[in-house]
Nanobody, 120 residues
């Protein structure tokens, strides 16, 4: 069974920085795109950033220039460097990955989420 495990969330002051990590493990044949999504209380889940297997990145307008998404060399982990954090960045952040299992079928997998709170 494929698992995505996020880490790095926490409480940070406005203007501060935080780095989120997501590691994939389990019966994985291949991984294509990975990304980060977030959901604030009472809000719909929204895309934050995605990155392809070729390391091409896409960002939501609200985080462009402040956040940076990256992958490790094996393409099994994804990171989100968050700088100049604002209170409106407060949300549960979820890791997402398009994973090919040993049965060669592609599935979308989600992590359990990690809380990011930006407050003074």
């Amino acid at each position: 069974q494929v698992q995505l495990v996020e880490s790095g969330g926490g409480l940070v002051q406005p203007g501060g920085s935080l780095r989120l990590s997501c590691a994939a493990s389990g019966s994985i044949f291949s991984i294509n795109a990975m990304g980060w999504y977030r959901q604030a209380p009472g809000k719909q889940r929204e895309l934050v950033a995605t990155i392809t297997s070729a390391s091409r990145a896409n960002y939501a307008d609200s985080v462009l220039g402040r956040f940076t998404i990256s992958r490790d060399n094996a393409k099994t982990a994804v990171y989100l460097q968050m700088n100049s954090l604002k209170p409106e960045d407060t949300a549960v952040y979820y890791c997402k990955a398009d994973v090919q299992g040993v049965d060669l079928l592609w599935r979308t997998n989600w992590g359990q989420g990690t809380q990011v709170t930006v407050s003074s």
